[in-house]
């Protein structure tokens, strides 16, 4: 009875825990499954600018929980040196891990000419230049290739408080409005006129627009490499630094000229000295934040008007400066396809429209500057759009970061800045740069 019932009672057990394992089985295998699964799926490495998490919601977006790949974010620094000088260490040791990334503009041509991106083919180039405007298509290519897709791109517009422009008795919409004719009006009004002429990045980009709406360029025949020929010293380039030095000479100038960026431009902008500033388009959004926190009183934001960057010579239209983001798939990615894959639905031009919204940095293509809410929230679209169209890009060269220094360390401080002393001492000290006599 006893080894019966033992023997009975082992019998039980062994078919209980036979069903109980079976249950199990039954349970974990499908979610082994899927942890293979996820665990199989690619991971992309997105390097990005720093933004308001616009980027980070768009990989989200292309790349759902069931898609057939993830997106891992990695933020790159604040300033676009910085930001240049992490990739190329990166992909100087043909680093695998950066599948795609944020490019400035101005550092395409170095990259590509390296070999650290990815040529899209014909057809590929087809999708991703579809409705793209005139300005950001200039700095995707390299050497006839398409080496970087359009994501988004920026210009600069002048910016007028209403007020004392109707004081002055001008108007900044005419298309003879020159930078002289500005400041003239500034001082006229005992106001200033906001500019970024801190030896960075941004001076560079005034610098640049200025020389293009003359006529001239910085830098020539670009593609001999160390053998460029830096050619500011000319009547544009000279033209150029009559403007600059005029305005950082004159009582138009705002306080610590020299030392200003776009946040320094846009606070004495916002001030009671305000009248004139050239900057970005997320000004005007920002001035709105401001009086919505009572940081500003709203009769600042409804006294700010908008007109075109400011010509240079009166009857030739300006070249309005070019800034932006291209996106471009690194070479030693693992992923070439899941990358594209990526690249084509953050370019689309419904990520355009979304990003706009919900960045405040204005698309890369044309169509999405017609969205009802678009031109709700920028009023001032459709004059982005021909200023981002006609813009001039800065100087498409492998060697661009010695052109920039050479130009930022040679016209600061801008009080200093003389023609055509300056841009002559320019184009001697950026060849200099260039054949290696002298180091930055």
Sequence with gaps: MTN????????????????????VTALVVPLLGACAEESSK????????????GQKRLAEKCAPPDGPYKVQIQVLPNDASQQREQLVRRLAAQDSSIDVMSLDPPFVAEFANAG?????????????????????????????????????????????????????????TSPDFTWDRMIEAAVSQDKVVGVQANRYEGYMVWINALVLSAGGEIIT?????????????????????????????SPAAPPAMSTAGEEEARSVFQGERGMFMVN??????????????GALDQ???????????????????????????????????????????LVKCVTSLQSNIEYMLDSGNPAAKAAAFDDPQVLKVFPMAPLIRESI??????????????????????????????????????DTFMTDVLHGDRLL
């Design 116 to 172: 650290f991106l990815r040529v899209f083919d014909e057809q590929e180039q087809a999708a991703l230049t579809d409705g793209v405007l005139d300005g950001p298509l200039k700095t995707a290519f390299w050497d006839g290739k398409l080496v970087a897709a359009p994501f988004w791109a920026n210009t600069q517009l002048l910016w007028f408080r209403k007020g004392a422009v109707a004081a002055a008795g001008v108007d900044p």
């Design 4 to 23: 019966r019932g033992g023997t009975a009672t082992s019998t039980t057990r062994r078919r209980g825990f036979r069903a109980a394992l079976v249950v």
């Design 42 to 53: 690619p991971t992309l490495t997105w390097y990005i600018n720093p933004d308001n998490g």
């Design 299 to 341: 009769s600042v934001v409804d006294d700010i008007g908008w007109a075109r960057f400011p010509a240079v010579i009166a009857g030739k239209p300006s070249k309005p400066p070019l800034g932006g983001i291209n996106l471009a798939i690194g070479n030693y990615t693992k992923y070439p396809e899941q990358a594209l894959d």
């Design 389 to 426: 169209n006609e813009a001039g890009p800065r100087p498409v060269t492998p060697y661009y970061n010695d052109v920039s220094t050479s130009v930022q360390i040679t016209w600061h401080p801008s009080v200093d800045v003389h023609a055509p002393e300056t841009p002559q001492e320019t």
């Design 221 to 249: 025949n670009v593609d001999a490499g160390k053998d460029a020929t830096p050619e500011i010293a000319s009547p544009a380039g000279d033209a150029a630094a009559e403007v600059v030095g005029t305005l950082a000479r």
């Design 280 to 293: 970005w388009p997320y000004v005007y959004g920002a001035a709105q934040g401001d009086a919505k926190t």
